[in-house]
């Protein structure tokens, strides 16, 4: 049985021009996670103390202030369109493999939303309602193990054999 359209039969410079596109994309996203991880932490308190600051707290070590409104209204701007676009791609290339459906459309759809829930989370966290750090938290997790296994099933893909 042979599968057309799918990331089996792709030409072998598509796939290579793919897996490069992922390597070089994953560097950028895990750079991103670096950072992150450097700025809050990663942990809820760490997160909301990012955004909201830390003025009231004597004993920190390192004196932080509130994100102006600016500050926030472009973080949100900025990796709600960046990332919406780098997990459509994603999507697209994944659409192309042939693993299980309701995985397939989990690791497509999963990501979007994620990326709402995060940084419209941070928002809202910044606007008040800090309990949002733990959807921040949670929904910033799944977005990042979504777009690990993404990227391995897909890798995993372009190295398969022609279905024939």
Same mark, same amino acid.
């Given at each position: 049985?042979?599968?057309?359209?799918? *990331?089996?039969?792709?030409?072998?410079?598509?796939?290579?021009?793919? /897996?490069?596109?992922?390597? !070089?994309?994953? !560097?950028?996203?895990?750079?991103?996670?670096?950072?992150?991880?450097?700025?809050?932490? %990663?942990?809820?308190?760490? @997160?909301?103390? +990012?955004?909201?600051?830390?003025?009231?707290?004597?004993? %920190?070590?390192?004196?932080?202030?509130?994100?102006?409104?600016?500050?926030?209204?472009?973080?949100?701007?900025? +990796?709600?369109?960046?990332?919406?676009? @780098?997990?459509?791609?994603?999507?697209?290339?994944?659409?192309? $493999?042939?693993?299980?459906?309701? @995985?397939? +459309?989990?690791?497509?759809?999963?990501?979007?939303?994620?990326?709402?829930?995060?940084?419209?989370?941070?928002? /809202?966290?910044?606007?008040?309602?800090?309990?949002?750090?733990? !959807?921040?938290?949670?929904?910033?997790?799944?977005? $990042?193990?979504?777009? *690990?296994? %993404?990227?391995?099933? !897909?890798?995993?893909?372009?190295?398969?054999?022609?279905?024939?």
């Amino acid at each position: 049985m042979q599968i057309h359209g799918t *990331i089996h039969s792709f030409p072998k410079e598509i796939k290579t021009l793919i /897996l490069v596109f992922l390597v !070089i994309l994953s !560097i950028g996203y895990f750079t991103g996670l670096v950072f992150v991880n450097d700025t809050s932490s %990663a942990n809820p308190d760490s @997160i909301q103390e +990012h955004y909201l600051g830390n003025e009231n707290d004597d004993n %920190a070590q390192v004196m932080k202030f509130k994100k102006s409104e600016r500050e926030m209204l472009t973080l949100v701007h900025n +990796h709600i369109l960046s990332l919406s676009l @780098i997990f459509f791609v994603l999507a697209l290339i994944l659409s192309t $493999t042939s693993i299980n459906k309701k @995985i397939k +459309h989990f690791l497509m759809f999963e990501p979007l939303v994620s990326v709402v829930l995060t940084f419209g989370g941070i928002y /809202l966290m910044w606007m008040g309602i800090t309990w949002f750090k733990y !959807i921040v938290m949670i929904s910033g997790t799944l977005m $990042t193990l979504s777009y *690990i296994s %993404a990227v391995i099933l !897909i890798i995993t893909q372009l190295f398969k054999k022609k279905l024939s």
